[in-house]
């Protein structure tokens, strides 16, 4: 109840104060929040664009079976796999206003989830306002504007537009953060990372060793669990696991050094691996945003940021979704209409000076 009543509230506020502003706003990244961002801006009559660098919405959601770089020598953003399935229950997924179909799972596929932001995106009509294969290459703070320089992929046809506000929903999910471990250079098989993970066919019968024990390496370790001869999964989680893993599944501590033909844990241990998934997470990548945002921005960090959103030295300037230990999805809704009050509060602050 207290959710409901303080989304009326807030949309009360905004329905009284729209009327007197008109800012611009650039949201950055056609994913959950920039689609989320799109339906609240749209409801409360704010001019926005929205700048998409692929030529798919749904952000991370989308499945895409290339790895790499895509046909325009852009990094593949989505880090989805083949046999993902939500791993927080339907209630925990939904947007605000649009419920997921009753007849999905608890924990519903990719492929459903994919298609409920879909039918979000066309059921609030905000597709058209979204500029798909628009790379954002600026972000510059000059007076009082947002110079955001952007190029059409396909054409290279650079544009400069002025705003008042941007949104960054671009996400954090796309830039491997890989460890630095002894003799790694050594090792002959193969490495990569989670976000480079789409199906298990490649490790079938082969010694896998599986790093992480977040959602993805524990997602990640049942999938490839399925078809690997065996199983090694290092971590240091000190949380009590009760996920039924195969007879083949071996787990192990940290790794202490790779050599040629597999890896020496920190209790000494040694085990013979043909391949390594690292699952260990991903580092802060917005190399559009200029120093004149007054952001600081570290692959583990940015700073300073007002519960993990606002730019406090630039509040014109909002991210959304790097909340963390949180359900995102209803997090970002939450985000979208906080920052949705900042617009309108700010704007009609310089409005009234």
């Known amino acids: 109840m207290i959710k409901y009543l303080s989304i ?27 689609l989320t961002s799109a339906r609240y801006l749209k409801e409360e009559g704010i001019h926005f664009n ?3 660098a692929t030529k798919y919405i749904g952000g991370t959601w989308r499945y895409e079976q290339r790895v790499g770089n895509d046909e325009y020598g852009l990094p593949i953003h ?3 796999y083949k046999h993902l399935r939500t791993n927080l229950p339907k209630a925990t997924m939904e947007l605000h206003g649009f419920p997921i179909p009753k007849e999905y799972p608890s924990f519903p596929t990719r492929e459903m989830f994919y298609d409920y932001i879909k ?39 650079e544009y400069e537009e002025d705003y008042d506000f941007v949104i960054v929903g671009s996400g954090h999910h796309s830039k491997p953060n890989y460890p630095n471990i002894e003799g790694e250079n050594l090792f002959k098989g193969t490495i990569i990372h989670s976000h480079d993970y789409r199906v298990p066919d490649p490790y079938k019968h082969r010694k896998v060793l599986i790093v992480g024990a977040g959602p993805s390496g524990m997602d990640i370790s049942l999938d490839v669990a399925e078809v690997s001869k065996t199983l090694v999964h290092s971590h240091h989680s000190k949380v009590n696991f009760r996920t039924p893993f195969p007879s083949h599944y071996i787990q192990k501590p940290d790794i202490k050094k790779f050599n040629e033909t597999g890896v020496i844990f920190v209790d000494g241990t040694f085990e013979e691996i043909d391949d390594v998934i690292y699952c260990t997470g991903y580092q802060y990548d917005y190399p559009f945003i200029h120093e004149s945002s007054g952001l600081t921005i570290s692959p583990h960090s940015v ?10 030295n630039q509040p014109s300037m909002i991210f959304m979704g790097l909340v963390v230990r949180a359900c995102l999805v209803v997090a970002l809704d939450a985000q979208v209409i906080f920052g949705l009050s900042t617009v309108i509060g700010l704007q009609t602050e310089k409005s009234a000076v």
């Open 119 to 157: 039918a979000y995106a066309k059921y609030y009509d905000v597709e058209k306002y979204i500029k798909l294969l628009h790379n954002v290459m600026h972000v510059r703070r000059v007076e009082n504007k947002w110079k955001v320089k952007y190029k059409h992929i396909p054409s290279e046809t």
């Open 78 to 80: 989505t880090s989805m």
């Open 50 to 52: 929205v700048l998409e």
């Open 8 to 34: 009326l509230c807030v949309t009360l506020h905004l329905n009284t104060m729209a009327a007197n502003v008109n800012p611009r706003v650039c949201i950055i990244g056609a994913g959950i929040a920039g």
């Open 303 to 312: 700073t300073p940021l007002y519960k993990y959103m606002v730019n406090i």
